[in-house]
């Protein structure tokens, strides 16, 4: 295989007595989708935030690209083009989606103002390209489904050249025809070259979406699989036993 992506060697990251991570190693390929999967407190949403910047790690290291980095806060993740979609999206619910898409980042008229027919006419390209039934333009992103939140969010990550996408349990709070389309969303991203770790605790989802799966329990790493070579039950036996299944060990 060629230079992972993103690789992540030997994390660990403990908060007063408790080793939330512990010398975890896992790594992301282009156009892969990893998923992490593991109880409720095992290290997983720890072990991104250090990739993300929210968090600096004990020890270990980060490679992009296959050069070692340093991620102290999250503007490091973003000039490596990491970006994170976080369950509690950060988007501003009063603004529409193209100037959520831009904020913070507006394009301006040669004369310095802000140019909303060039933002939208962006945005409605990259929609078209990423979710081609998004038709509510000119809403206050407020008044849109959480997988339409979603696909705003995803956007802006992916306008900004994001290559490694970080995903945070993206349809906890969605329905199924929601999920379905942030699934496809990710079908897209996936096409395009990114790589994605995908923060999921439904195994079944995982299975369909991701191309590996790593396994975490008690902050440790339980291993790592490719999701053809394993079955649901395989995955699941990891989560709750903490064992890898016999065949694919
Ligand atoms: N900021 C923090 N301060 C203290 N302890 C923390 C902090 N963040 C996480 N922890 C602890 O680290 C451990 C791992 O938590 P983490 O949030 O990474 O788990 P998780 O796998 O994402 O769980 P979940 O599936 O519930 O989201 C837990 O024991 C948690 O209580
Ligand atoms: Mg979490």
């Known amino acids: 295989m060629t230079t992972p992506l993103v690789e992540l060697r030997d994390i660990s990251i403990a908060f007063g007595g408790v080793q939330a991570v512990d010398r975890v190693t896992v790594d992301l390929y282009p156009g892969e989708v990893v998923g992490l999967l593991g109880h409720n407190g ?4 720890t072990l991104i935030k250090c990739l993300s910047g929210a968090y600096q790690a004990d020890s270990g290291e ?8 340093t991620i102290n806060n999250p503007r490091d993740a973003r000039a490596h083009n990491i970006e994170t979609i976080y369950q509690t999206l950060a988007l501003a619910d009063n603004l529409d989606a193209a100037s959520n898409l831009f904020l913070g980042r ?3 008229t040669p004369l310095g103002f802000v140019n909303e027919a060039a933002m939208e006419a962006e945005t409605r390209k990259i929609m078209a ?3 081609p039934n998004f038709k509510k333009f000119s809403d206050p992103v407020s008044a849109l489904s959480g997988g339409q939140r979603q696909s705003v969010a995803i956007a802006r990550a992916v306008y900004f050249n994001a290559r490694i996408l970080i995903m945070d349990e993206p349809t906890a709070a ?3 025809q929601e999920t379905q389309m942030v699934a496809e969303l ?6 395009q070259g990114l790589g994605i770790f995908l923060i999921d605790h439904d195994v079944h989802q995982v299975k369909t979406l991701c191309d590996r799966a790593s396994v975490m329990k008690n902050g440790q790493l339980v291993g790592t699989v490719k999701v053809d070579e394993v079955t649901e039950d395989d ?3 990891m989560i709750i036993l903490g ?5 694919a060990a």
């Open 106 to 108: 507006e394009l301006t």
């Open 235 to 237: 995955i699941l036996g």
């Open 243 to 247: 064992k890898q299944p016999e065949k």
């Open 62 to 69: 980060i490679f992009v690209d296959g050069k070692k980095v």
């Open 186 to 191: 990710i079908h897209e991203l996936k096409r």
């Open 129 to 131: 390209r990423l979710n």
């Open 174 to 176: 969605l329905g199924p």
């Open 42 to 45: 095992a290290g997983k949403s």
